[in-house]
């Protein structure tokens, strides 16, 4: 059974730095396509990053770029967004999902399993 766990978020200043973390302990995300996402209040669903299960390529919102950098960790079965030089325009609950698809995309659709969120707020 597929549960991911998203930790890390939190309340910084805006200019602060958060690393989030999505992992599942009964899972191995090899070949899978893991993607962020954020929700933040009245808005839609939008994908931040993601990093393809089939060539290890990422992909970011124009939002973010230059920002975020997504990662993973094998051995850990854990993928990392590390985010920099937050804002409060980043301030949403973040969510990591797991798609079947070799290619990274930001289509909700194409997403599987998805994890309880964490809430990361910006404070200016």
């Known amino acids: 059974e597929v549960q991911l766990v998203e930790s890390g978020g939190g309340m910084v200043q805006a200019g602060g730095s958060l690393r989030l973390s999505c992992a599942d302990s009964?899972?191995?995300?090899?070949?899978?396509?893991i993607g962020w996402f954020r929700q933040a209040p009245g808005k839609e669903r939008e994908g931040v990053s993601c990093?393809?299960?089939?060539?290890?390529?990422?992909l970011y919102a124009h939002s973010v770029k230059g920002r975020f950098t997504i990662s993973s960790d094998r051995a850990k079965n854990t993928v990392y967004l590390r985010m920099n030089s937050l804002t409060p325009e980043d301030t949403a609950v973040y969510y990591c999902?797991?798609?079947?698809?070799?290619?990274?995309?930001?289509?909700?659709?194409?997403?599987?399993?998805w994890g309880q969120g964490t809430q990361v707020t910006v404070s200016s």
């Open positions: 999902a797991v798609a079947y698809v070799g290619g990274c995309n930001f289509d909700p659709a194409e997403y599987t399993y």
């Open positions: 990093i393809s299960g089939t060539d290890g390529s990422r």
């Open positions: 009964g899972f191995s995300f090899d070949g899978y396509t």
